[in-house]
């Protein structure tokens, strides 16, 4: 349901857009790039509220499917969306702390990680000259997917936002981009057996290439 309205809000954005003299194109794209990542994980416990921090740095290849709407004016309007996650980070530990009950043990092995799902991305090229150049402006949504392995709590998903900015070429289908991307920070608390609470930021840099039918 997340992406229906997803694509559904999009869309709303290309028919917002619509005039006489347009045209419509899809395709697709190849993408790599550096995704770049920090976090902290946070103790909710009485007895225990230290934090742990760590970040990450992961080199990328995907690609996604598109539509854009060419207007009148020279300005494009796309949706795309990545098919594959991309990942965030993962980690593993393992805790040997004692307790003075051996039912409260915090002992074991304990690992996350966390990917981008379901990217989707409403932008805009703005033309910049008549050789083809142009400005990228858009908006991200996406979900944050968390998978772990904890002896007595699990952590959720986050839906998030981000935005992107760029430089990109054109000739003829071919496009060529390279755009910088924030994500909001991303907060997930534990539930079932804990209350830690782990808050992330992410930003990437990538390299587009784009094929239009």
Not at 65 to 82: L, P
Not at 191 to 205: F, I, R
Request: proline share 2%.
């Amino acid at each position: 349901m997340k992406n229906i309205i997803r694509i559904i809000m999009c869309s709303s954005l290309l028919l917002w857009a619509t005039s006489a003299k347009a045209e419509w194109q899809y395709g697709v794209s190849l993408m790599g790039g550096n995704l770049s990542s920090s976090g902290t994980e946070t103790e909710g416990s009485a007895a225990d509220t230290s934090t742990r921090s760590k970040s990450f740095d992961e080199i990328f290849f995907g690609g996604d499917i598109y539509v854009d709407y060419i207007s009148g004016n020279g300005i494009t309007y796309g949706v795309s969306y990545v098919p594959v996650d991309l990942e965030l980070g993962s980690g593993k530990r393992t805790d040997s702390a004692g307790g003075d009950i051996p039912g409260e043990a915090d002992t074991g092995t304990r690992s996350a990680s966390a990917d981008v799902s379901d990217l989707i991305t409403a932008y805009a090229n703005i033309p910049m000259g008549g050789a083809g150049y142009y400005a990228l402006l858009g908006v991200h949504m996406a979900t944050i997917s968390t998978t772990e392995t904890l002896p007595n709590s699990t952590y959720g998903d986050d839906d998030i936002f981000g935005y992107q900015i760029g430089f990109g070429a054109k000739a003829g289908n071919i496009k060529t981009e390279i755009f910088y991307s924030d994500f909001e920070d991303i907060s997930i608390s534990g539930s079932g057996g804990n209350s830690n609470k782990v808050t992330a930021d992410a930003d990437a840099l990538t390299l587009r290439f784009a094929y239009g039918f």
